[in-house]
């Protein structure tokens, strides 16, 4: 597990001692810097490296769910879709998000790699609506509404997770186009164009037969979460049921597959 590391009176050099150390990030001001160091990395060798200053040490803070480990969010931009956190304003033709500790910075490559297919489908052939199956923090969703789509719906088990996606959505002014479903792929009824999951390989296996009653004829269906390792077994789930495997994308040993209803 990382650890935040703050220091003050520290040398000029100071930031780049600790890159070379492995720091996952680092935010200098001064002769103060703040940085993320991993648990192998010890304060006592921070110090021998960085010489004489105040050095304290304090739980670092993840995003999307632990898996990125970043000072303070930061701005991002995927395609056509910028993301900027809210604590750097609202700005014209991005969308902003709060810094929550719910998945959905953008950050993430399975999150990356739904968002360059939804950009890619909504470019060529845009859905008339978007299912966002663990929608988190919205992110997904909202990129689709951005990108014009006109309708989506966001389905979460999570309680926090909705009330982020609710005001994400609020912010960006695109509540009247998100409607938010407390439950599983399982309490939903009827069809989408275009169906989203970014979760994890061992569930997306297990909701297949649910998720693919949720694809509408000739629809999309975008899979991602998935390690390289068990591409075939989630591809292998989903075309046993009527799927047609369209495309992969892969990012920092992650996959997402666009699926295609032969129906």
């Known amino acids: 597990m990382p650890y935040r590391l703050d220091v003050r009176g520290a040398e000029a050099t100071a930031a780049d001692r600790l890159v070379d150390l492995g720091a996952l990030d680092v935010d200098a001001e001064g002769d103060a810097v703040a940085a993320l160091m991993p648990d192998h990395v010890s304060p006592e060798e921070v110090r021998r490296a960085i010489g004489r200053c105040e050095l304290s040490v304090s739980p670092a803070i993840g995003r999307d769910e632990g898996s990125v480990w970043r000072l303070r969010p930061g701005a991002s931009r995927v395609g056509r879709t910028h993301l900027r956190p809210i604590s750097l304003g609202v700005e014209p033709g991005s969308l902003a998000l709060i810094d929550s500790a719910v998945f959905g910075t953008g950050l993430h490559p399975t999150t990356a790699l739904c968002l360059e297919m939804i950009?890619?489908?909504v470019g060529g052939d845009p859905p008339a609506a978007v299912l966002d199956v663990g929608i988190g923090s919205g992110v997904l969703a909202l990129a689709a509404l951005h990108l014009g789509v006109p309708h989506a719906t966001g389905i979460d088990l999570d309680a926090e997770a909705l009330r982020v996606a609710a005001e994400n959505a609020r912010?960006?002014?695109?509540?009247?186009?998100?409607?938010l479903v407390d439950g599983d792929a399982g309490s939903l009824e009827g069809t989408w164009p275009l169906v989203l999951a970014n979760v994890?390989?061992?569930?997306?296996?297990e909701m297949a037969p649910v998720l693919v009653r949720r694809v509408a004829h000739h629809g999309r269906l975008v899979l991602s979460g998935i390690p390289v390792s068990v591409e075939a077994d989630v591809a292998r789930a989903y075309t046993h049921l009527g799927l047609r495997h369209l495309a992969t994308k892969r990012r920092e040993g992650w996959i997402a597959l666009l699926m295609h209803a032969s129906w």
């Open 119 to 121: 950009d890619e489908i």
């Open 171 to 179: 912010i960006n002014g695109l509540s009247d186009r998100l409607h």
């Open 200 to 205: 994890l390989a061992a569930p997306l296996i």
